[in-house]
C-alpha cells in the first residue's frame, strides 16, 4: 500500500513517541520534510529550529530483534532556495588556525530543480557566483533508540539520527537495528548538496519531498545501520573520538560479511585489508560518522 502523509507536527529527538501512520511491512510513504532550521517548503517556519523530524511511522511486523530497511525512493526539493553556513567548523582546521577562520553570514543559495543545480547567487567574496550539481540527500533519519531513550536530532548512534551522509541519496537502502515495537522512522534534514563531513555545520538546507518503503526483515539483529546501492554495501559507525565510529563500522561490516556472504572470519579480514574504502559521514556534531564501503564486484551472492 502506498501513504500519503502530511505531517502537522515535528520531533527534534528520535524517541518512543506516539505513532503519526502505522504502516505494513512493504508499504510505501510518500511526505514531506521541513529544513533543519523548521521552514516548509513555502518558507514558513512551522515548528523550532533543530533537524525537524517527520514521523515517527509505525511498521506492524517490527519488533526488538528485528532489521527494519527502508529503501530511499525519491528524495526532491520541494522548494527553489537553500541556505548554508559558509565558514569551516574549528574542529577541522588546526587550533593555531582557528583565529584566521572569518565571520561569515548565512549563504543564499538559489536552487533549480529543473536542471539540477544550486547556485550561490550573492557572492560573499572574490570566489565569484558559484554553481554546483544537486545531491539530494536526507542528513538525519532512523528509528526510536535501545532502552526506550530519547535522543536529539543534533548526533547520531545505533539507531541513525544525525549522520549528514552525501550516500543516503535516492535509489540506496538502508537497514536499523529495531529497537521499539514498530521500529519509530522518522526522516528530515534534507540536503539539496553537501560537502563530505559536513565541516561547516549545514549542507545546502532544504524542504523535502520524500518516499520511502519500509520492509521488516524478521528475526534479523544487526548492531549498527548498514546501507547498500548499486555499486557497494556499507556499514555506518557514529561515535567520539573518530577513531571509534571507525571500530564500529569496521566491526559490522565484518559481522556482515560473515554472517551474510558465508565468509570465515580470516577471509573477510582479507577481503577488507585490500578492497575497503572509508567514506566521511558527520565531522561537525557530538557523534562523528564513519561508514566502511565495499564494492559489490568483490562479493559473492549473499
Same mark, same amino acid.
Given at each position: 500500500m502506498h501513504h500519503h502523509f502530511i505531517p502537522t507536527h515535528y520531533f527534534r529527538s528520535l524517541g518512543p513517541f506516539a505513532p503519526v501512520l502505522r504502516v505494513r511491512s512493504g508499504d510505501s510513504i510518500s511526505t514531506t520534510t521541513v529544513d533543519a532550521s523548521g521552514s516548509d517548503l513555502n518558507g514558513v517556519n512551522v515548528t523550532p529550529r533543530g533537524n525537524p523530524q517527520t514521523g515517527p511511522f509505525y511498521v506492524e511486523e517490527a519488533e526488538p530483534g528485528d532489521t527494519l530497511v527502508v529503501k530511499l525512493d525519491r528524495i526532491q526539493p520541494n522548494r527553489r532556495s537553500g541556505w548554508a553556513r559558509s565558514v569551516v567548523a574549528p574542529n577541522v582546521v588546526d587550533p593555531s588556525f582557528v583565529k584566521?577562520?572569518?565571520?561569515?553570514?548565512?549563504?543564499?543559495?538559489?536552487?533549480?530543480?529543473?536542471?539540477?543545480?544550486?547556485?550561490?547567487?550573492?557572492?560573499?567574496?572574490?570566489?565569484?557566483?558559484?554553481t554546483i550539481p544537486l545531491e539530494p540527500m536526507l542528513g538525519c533519519f532512523g528509528v526510536a533508540p535501545l532502552r526506550q531513550q530519547?535522543?536529539?536530532?543534533?548526533?547520531?548512534?545505533?539507531?541513525?539520527?544525525?549522520?549528514?551522509?552525501?550516500?543516503?541519496?535516492?535509489?540506496?537502502?538502508?537497514f536499523f537495528p529495531v529497537f521499539e515495537p514498530g521500529g519509530l522512522f522518522f526522516l528530515g534534514d534534507g540536503h539539496a548538496a553537501q560537502g563530505d563531513g559536513e565541516i561547516v555545520g549545514t549542507g545546502i538546507e532544504i524542504s523535502m519531498d520524500?518516499?520511502?518503503?519500509?520492509?521488516?526483515?524478521?528475526?534479523? !539483529?544487526?548492531?549498527?545501520?548498514?546501507? @547498500?546501492?548499486?555499486?557497494?554495501?556499507?556499514?555506518? $559507525?557514529?561515535?567520539?573520538? %573518530?577513531? *571509534?565510529?571507525?571500530?564500529?563500522?569496521? !566491526?559490522?561490516?565484518?559481522?556482515?560479511? @560473515?554472517?551474510?556472504?558465508?565468509?570465515?572470519?580470516? $577471509?573477510?579480514?582479507?577481503? %577488507?585489508? *585490500?578492497?575497503?574504502?572509508?567514506?566521511?559521514?558527520?565531522?561537525?556534531?557530538?557523534?562523528?560518522?564513519?561508514?566502511?564501503?565495499?564494492?559489490?564486484?568483490?562479493?559473492?551472492?549473499?
Open positions: 584566521q577562520l572569518p565571520d561569515a553570514p548565512l549563504a543564499e543559495w538559489s536552487v533549480d530543480i529543473d536542471c539540477g543545480t544550486a547556485t550561490l547567487e550573492s557572492p560573499l567574496s572574490n570566489l565569484g557566483r558559484l530519547a535522543i536529539s536530532t543534533a548526533t547520531s548512534g545505533e539507531h541513525g539520527g544525525n549522520m549528514d551522509y552525501r550516500g543516503f541519496v535516492t535509489g540506496t537502502t538502508v520524500v518516499t520511502v518503503t519500509l520492509r521488516v526483515l524478521k528475526g534479523k !539483529t544487526i548492531q549498527w545501520p548498514r546501507g @547498500e546501492n548499486a555499486d557497494s554495501i556499507f556499514t555506518v $559507525g557514529n561515535a567520539r573520538p %573518530l577513531d *571509534q565510529c571507525l571500530q564500529h563500522a569496521t !566491526t559490522e561490516m565484518l559481522r556482515w560479511l @560473515e554472517q551474510d556472504y558465508e565468509l570465515e572470519s580470516l $577471509g573477510a579480514n582479507l577481503l %577488507l585489508s *585490500q578492497c575497503v574504502r572509508y567514506d566521511l559521514g558527520n565531522m561537525f556534531d557530538p557523534a562523528y560518522t564513519m561508514v566502511c564501503k565495499l564494492p559489490k564486484r568483490f562479493l559473492k551472492s549473499g
